[in-house]
């Protein structure tokens, strides 16, 4: 693309199918004033002006309609009619070997636009310790992927978020409780293929690129473990993260 | 992580499960000399000596090992030993409407390690004129992103990519010819959501951002198009496509 500024909003712009306002941003009762990245955005993408009509949802809220109707170099202001309810959350909970950090951001993206509302990262024998210094694991750049999938799939519910330095307490005490289903392990050389349409919660279980070690698979099978295969591909994390939640969703 | 260098080598090495061979690089029966990025990525990355073996794939053909005979500054030596099979290939047809550059790259390479075998990029009237003019449609450049989906998932045979640059004589006369199989049509307003494990092959029709127009629904009805819906959430090209071929495939 020849117009390099222009594809760059572009990115932007279709990337964001909601403004996300936190209850902060309030400055009456249905009167919300954006500052920082949301007001660049609508200034300077949405080129948004008075009387234009924009998609907003309230963070852990409810979406609805925002008119602007005030645009300065400092603030934008928003009269917010909201009232419709976000997508429906996934009934699946994603317990992740920690990936290296530019998979970290894709598939915290990716799992929070497509509904997932409780995530644990954790640790295993073959994930590099030097992942867990990573600026990417700290509450606010975890919170903002976060932000982006929701502003994608228009959703507004934070997914919550669990860092598990240690894999056996996490496997043996933690694991079972993150939904009330089925924990299912994606493992290569499962022979049960991963199942189509649950129709209830479960827990999904991806290892990191190595895969696990046997002590590893011995603890997650000592705590009702399933391992279910994708086949023969080996899949890079975010591509495996999706397709396996998209066959487990009903 | 702090270590970039590093880390930058884990990522081509975690990416890299096979290395691809080309017919020309033979220089005898079961012997193979690799020079420019490969020669790099079994040199630098790897770290390959004599004796090493590595994992081997020849384009649209065997996997095998590769025993490394030589390694010298401007080339090195395999001698290889083929004679298993790649893995299957998915039944399902992929018709996208063409992406932005960006996605159209990972998009490529997340169809071409799903096993895709038949992917046509076309036009739409919500896709920009601008993007047919990008340097990732040339016929390099779609070939590099197939390679590094084919060789992440330990594949060989390349997809076949047709540009369609005019979206009524691809939808009325080409379409139906993807595949033997339904087309389904994945779009946001549809009733039916994306049926799950299809027993055969299928075309899976992927829109542009903003969607179909009327005009265009209509043409994809008219041949036999089944639209069919993932919900409420949008979802990022990528993820979608990722999505929708996991929950179609058996």
């Known amino acids: 693309v020849q117009d390099h500024g222009s594809h760059e909003r572009e990115c932007i712009l279709a990337a964001v199918n909601l403004i996300l306002i936190e209850r902060t941003d309030f400055v009456g009762a249905t009167r919300v004033c954006l500052r920082g990245r949301r007001l660049e955005h609508a200034r300077g993408i949405l080129r948004a002006e008075p009387g234009d009509v924009l998609r907003v949802g309230i963070v852990d809220g409810e979406v609805g309609s925002g008119t602007v109707v005030r645009v300065a170099d400092d603030a934008l202001e928003l009269e917010v009619a909201l009232g419709e309810?976000?997508?429906?959350?996934?009934?699946?909970?994603?317990?992740?070997?920690?990936?290296?950090?530019?998979?970290?951001?894709?598939?915290?993206?990716?799992?929070?636009?497509?509904?997932?509302?409780?995530?644990?990262?954790?640790?295993?024998?073959?994930?590099?310790?030097?992942?867990?210094?990573?600026?990417?694991?700290?509450p606010q750049a975890v919170r903002e992927q976060l932000l982006l999938g929701l502003e994608q799939a228009r959703d507004t519910?934070?997914?919550?978020?669990?860092?598990?330095?240690?894999?056996?307490?996490?496997?043996?005490?933690?694991?079972?409780?993150?939904?009330?289903?089925?924990?299912?392990?994606?493992?290569?050389d499962a022979s049960e293929p991963c199942p189509h349409a649950l129709a209830g919660p479960a827990t999904l279980v991806v290892g990191p690129e190595g895969g696990f070690v046997d002590f590893e698979l011995e603890r997650l099978a000592a705590v009702g473990g399933r391992m279910v295969g994708l086949g023969p591909r080996v899949l890079r994390v975010e591509t495996a993260v999706t397709a396996l939640l998209a066959r487990l969703s009903p």
Request: positive net charge; charged residues 20%; aromatic residues 6%.
């Open 85 to 138: 309810a976000p997508p429906e959350a996934s009934p699946l909970a994603l317990a992740l070997a920690l990936p290296r950090p530019p998979q970290l951001r894709r598939v915290l993206q990716s799992a929070a636009a497509l509904g997932v509302k409780h995530i644990a990262l954790f640790h295993s024998a073959r994930v590099e310790k030097s992942f867990w210094q990573s600026t990417g694991l700290s």
């Open 157 to 188: 519910r934070l997914p919550r978020v669990d860092l598990e330095r240690r894999f056996r307490p996490f496997a043996e005490d933690r694991l079972a409780g993150l939904s009330t289903g089925p924990i299912l392990v994606a493992h290569p």
